[in-house]
C-alpha cells in the first residue's frame, strides 16, 4: 500500500505505541513516518545504565530529531524494575549530554527527580534553543520554587509557558527586581499562571504591559481583594492579545465588577472567576443581585467561562432568606450565565460542602455546582422534620432543574428513604435526565445510578442532548445498599417505562437484613415491558434464614429454588411439596413477578455464586470472576 507520507503520518497518530513500534520494521515505507510519530513523545527514568550506554552512541538518537516532549521520571529508591541491584543515575555532565540530541524539542516534563537542578546549568543559547514550556511536578517548597524560577530564567530566550510561585521572600525580589521585572525578560511568553502568596498586589494591567504578548494569564491571589479603581485606572490593557484570564481573589467587589464589565478586552474568550472567601449568598449580598447579574450576563457572551465561591470549611455564612429562596438566587444567576444558549447541563448537588457553588460553561457544555444546605433539604413546616428538597420559584428565576441532563448528588445525610426520595425528586423535576447518580456516604450507604445503556453502563456519556426525554434516554438502573419497595418499581415504570436492564445489589461486606423473623418480600417486574436483564443480590433480604425464591411468571407457570450459604450448591430448585413438609426451618420467601425476560439473575455477592435464567429456564450454576479492587467484572449491567 503506497500512501502519501503525510497520510502515514495521521495513521500512525492513532495507534499506540507497541503498534507503531511493530510498524517501523514492516517495510521502508513505514519506518520513518512510523519513528516520527513513535519518538515525538519520549520517556526517561530509572534506565540509568541503559540510557548512559547509549549516550556516546550518536545513531541512538538519530530519530530525535522530531522528538517535542520528554518525560523525566526517576526512581528515588535507584532500582530498575525487575533489577536485583541498583542502577547509578546520571551524572549531571551525562544529562546535559542528553540534551544535545534534541534540537526541536518544545517540552520537558520532570516528576519527582533529581535531575531538575541539572536544568539551571544547560547553555540555553546552544541547546533546547526551541523549548517552550517545562512542565514541573515536584512538591512546592519555597527552595524549589526559586529553583524552578532560575530555570525559567535560564530559558527565558525561548520559553511560552511559565508558571511563577511568589513568596514573600523569593529569588523574585531578591535576585530579579521583583515580578514585573522578572517578566519583561520573557519576550516569547504567551502564557502565565502567578501565585502570589507575598504582600505585593499586581495588576492583570501591569502584568500585560510587561509581557504584551500574553494570551493566557491565570492569577491565584487567595488573601487579597482587588482595590477600588478610579475612573482614569488602567484595569485591562486594552491593545494586548489577551484570550484567557482566571483571577482567584478573597473577593470581588462591586467596582471590580463594573470594571470587567466597562474594560474587558474584545480580545478575551474564557474568564473564570475564584472567590475563596465568601460564599455565593453573603457575595450577592455585598455586591447586590443587580452587579452579580451584570457580571453573569458579561460572562454568557464569552466561549467559556466559570464563577466559583469555595470558602474555607470552617466559614459560617450570614446571608438570611427574605422572600427569595436560596435555590432560587442561584437558579436566577445561572439563567442570566446560560443566556439564550442551547446546551446540556452537567449538575452536581451535595451537602458535603454547602457553601461550595459554582457556574462554568465551555462550549457546548454548561456545567453547575449546587452546595445543598439545610433549608434546602429539608421541611419542618409541620412541626416535624421531613427531608424534601426544595425547587427554586420558576416565576423569579425562570429556570429551574428542568435544564439539567446529567446530575450527580454527594450526600451525607442520613435518611431511610434518602435514594428513593432523590430519585423521585430527579425523575419529577428534570424531564430531559439523560444520567442520573446517587451516592450516599454514610451509614444506610444508599446508592443509585440510571444510565443510557445496558452495554456502556459504567462508561460515561461524553455529550448530552438537551431536549432529549428522561424515558427515551434512561435505559438502565442500578441500586445499591437497599431493597426497593414497590413504590420505588411504581416511580421508575411510570417515568422510565423503556427500562432494559436491572440491577439491586447489597453492600458487599454489610448485611441488610438480620433480622431473625421470616419476613416475605414481593419484587413486581410485570410493569417493565421492555426489561431483558435483570440481577437480584440476594443479600439484601435476610441473611440468618433459610431463604425461598418464588418465581410467578406472567404465563402461569411457578417454580421454587433454595438459598443456603454453607452448601457448596447455594441454590438448588425445591418442590412445593417439600416446602409444606419441612416446617422446622425460619422461612424469608421473596416473590418474583415478571415474564420470562432474556436473563433474570439472582446472586450471592458475598459467595460471588450467580444462578441465572435465560428466558425462564434454569441455567448452570457458576461462579462469579472477582478482580484485584474486589469488583464482580464478570457481571454486565
Given amino acids: 500500500m503506497n500512501l502519501p507520507y503525510e497520510i502515514y503520518l495521521q495513521i500512525f497518530k492513532l495507534l499506540d505505541k507497541p503498534t507503531i513500534s511493530n510498524c517501523a520494521i514492516v517495510c521502508k515505507d513505514w519506518t520513518v513516518p512510523a519513528f ?18 547509549s549516550l556516546y552512541q550518536e545513531p541512538c538518537f538519530k530519530y530525535c530529531l522530531w522528538t517535542e516532549k520528554v518525560y523525566i521520571r526517576q526512581d528515588r529508591y535507584g ?18 549530554k542528553f540534551f544535545e540530541y534534541f534540537p526541536n524539542l518544545k517540552i520537558i516534563e520532570i516528576i519527582e527527580s533529581d535531575y531538575t537542578k541539572c536544568l539551571r546549568d544547560i547553555d540555553s543559547s546552544q541547546y533546547l534553543t526551541r523549548l517552550e514550556q517545562i512542565i514541573f511536578k515536584e512538591r512546592s517548597y519555597s527552595e524549589w520554587d526559586d529553583l524552578y524560577c532560575t530555570i525559567y530564567y535560564n530559558f527565558r530566550a525561548s520559553l511560552a509557558h511559565i508558571s511563577l510561585h511568589h513568596a514573600r521572600k523569593s529569588a523574585l525580589e531578591s535576585q530579579y527586581g521583583g515580578i514585573l521585572s522578572y517578566l519583561r525578560q520573557f519576550k516569547k511568553l504567551t502564557h502565565l499562571a502567578y501565585y502570589n502568596s507575598s504582600s505585593y498586589y499586581v495588576t492583570v494591567y501591569k502584568v500585560q504591559v510587561a509581557c504584551p504578548s500574553l494570551t493566557s494569564i491565570k492569577m491565584y491571589d487567595y488573601r487579597m481583594i482587588p482595590p477600588a479603581f478610579q475612573d482614569d485606572s488602567n484595569v485591562f490593557y486594552q491593545h494586548s492579545h489577551l484570550k484567557e484570564l482566571s483571577v482567584t481573589f478573597a473577593n470581588v467587589t462591586s467596582n471590580y465588577i463594573e470594571y470587567i464589565a466597562k474594560c474587558l478586552p474584545k480580545s478575551v474568550e474564557s474568564l473564570d472567576i475564584s ?22 450576563q458579561v460572562m454568557s457572551k464569552l466561549f467559556s467561562a466559570s464563577l466559583e465561591w469555595v470558602p474555607d470549611k470552617e466559614y459560617e455564612t450570614k446571608h438570611e432568606n427574605s422572600g427569595e429562596s436560596d435555590m432560587t438566587i442561584f437558579f436566577k444567576m445561572l439563567n442570566v450565565f446560560k443566556g439564550d444558549k442551547k446546551v446540556s447541563c452537567t449538575a452536581s448537588f451535595s451537602d458535603f460542602r454547602s457553601i461550595h457553588n459554582s457556574i462554568s460553561f465551555f462550549g457546548e457544555d454548561l456545567r453547575i455546582h449546587y452546595g445543598l444546605n439545610y433549608v434546602d433539604l429539608f421541611d419542618d413546616s409541620e412541626g416535624k422534620l421531613v427531608l424534601e428538597m426544595v425547587v427554586p420559584d420558576r416565576t423569579i428565576s425562570v429556570i429551574g432543574p428542568e435544564v439539567i441532563n446529567s446530575l450527580m448528588f454527594f450526600m451525607c445525610v442520613t435518611d431511610p428513604d434518602l435514594a428513593f426520595k432523590i430519585l423521585k425528586y430527579s425523575l419529577t423535576n428534570c424531564p430531559h435526565l439523560q444520567s442520573l447518580e446517587i451516592n ?18 459504567r462508561k460515561r456519556v461524553e455529550k448530552y442532548d438537551p431536549v432529549t426525554i428522561s424515558a427515551e434516554a434512561l435505559k438502565a438502573v442500578n441500586l445499591k445498599g437497599f431493597l426497593p419497595s414497590q413504590e420505588c418499581f411504581d416511580l421508575l415504570s411510570c417515568y422510565l417505562p423503556g ?48 431463604r425461598l425464591v418464588k418465581f410467578e411468571f406472567t404465563d402461569g407457570e411457578t417454580s421454587y429454588y433454595q438459598f443456603r450459604e454453607k452448601k457448596d450448591t447455594m441454590f438448588e430448585s425445591i418442590s412445593l411439596e417439600d416446602i409444606q413438609n419441612n416446617q422446622t426451618f425460619f422461612i424469608s420467601l421473596i416473590t418474583f413477578r415478571c415474564e420470562k425476560i432474556e436473563k433474570f439473575a439472582f446472586y450471592s455477592s458475598e459467595k460471588c455464586n450467580i444462578f441465572e435464567f435465560l428466558r425462564g429456564l434454569p441455567q448452570k450454576e457458576r461462579l462469579l470472576s472477582y478482580d484485584n479492587e474486589k469488583n464482580f467484572v464478570d457481571l454486565i449491567y
Avoid at 532500582?79 to 546535559?96: C, V
Avoid at 427500562?499 to 453492600?507: A, D, M, P, V, W
Wanted: aromatic letters at 12%; a negative charge; charged letters at 25%.
Fill in 36 to 53: 516520527q510519530v513513535y519518538y515525538k513523545e519520549i520517556a526517561i527514568n530509572e534506565h540509568g545504565d541503559a540510557l548512559k550506554a
Fill in 79 to 96: 532500582y530498575h524494575q525487575g533489577a536485583r541491584k541498583p542502577e547509578d543515575p546520571l551524572t549531571e555532565q551525562a544529562f546535559l
Fill in 275 to 296: 472567590i475563596n472567601d465568601i460564599d455565593f449568598y453573603d457575595w450577592i449580598d455585598q455586591v447586590g443581585i443587580d452587579n452579580a447579574l451584570k457580571l453573569a
Fill in 440 to 457: 450516599g456516604v454514610n451509614t444506610p450507604r444508599q446508592e443509585c445510578i440510571l444510565s443510557s445503556s445496558i452495554d456502556r453502563f
Fill in 499 to 546: 427500562i432494559l436492564g436491572f440491577t439491586c445489589k447489597s453492600e458487599r461486606g454489610n448485611r441488610f437484613d438480620n433480622s431473625e423473623v421470616p419476613q416475605d418480600y414481593v419484587v413486581d417486574l410485570t410493569q417493565f415491558k421492555s426489561l431483558q436483564e435483570f440481577y437480584f443480590d440476594i443479600g439484601l433480604v435476610s441473611t440468618s434464614l433459610t
